[in-house]
């Protein structure tokens, strides 16, 4: 293994956003089996070869700054993801609006009729019924 070793000196390796290429490319890969279309199969291979290229690339600093924009979207992706489900968890018992303002999610008690509900960022006041 000494030679991998040498091999992979200054290049690299692997991250999040080379891990997550690699499994896009086996989900291909699979639908491509499954619904037995071959060119998806060809296709698959794309993000494979990327994959690859990051974790053999010397520049560094450049694929460490597109691991970071690949977090960053990530992250807002398991945000939106986790407010979701926090949406649907309390919906028996909550409205959700958003401000017609300032766009910012805000929540009331649900089942007090037609209310004036006030912004807690923007103070901007709009009646809904809940
Ligand atoms: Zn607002």
Known sequence: MEWLRRFM?????SD???LALLILSFLLMFIARIARFPILVFISYIPLIICVFRMLSRNISKRSAENYRFMLTA???YSWIRQKREHI?????RRYFKCPNC???LWVPKGKGKITITCPKCKTQFKRRT
Do not use: D, I, M, V
Request: glycine fraction near 10%.
């Open 16 to 18: 999040q956003l080379s």
């Open 89 to 93: 968890k309390n919906s028996k018992t």
């Open 75 to 77: 992250n807002s992706f």
């Open 103 to 105: 766009a910012a999610s």
């Open 9 to 13: 000196t200054g290049r690299y390796g």
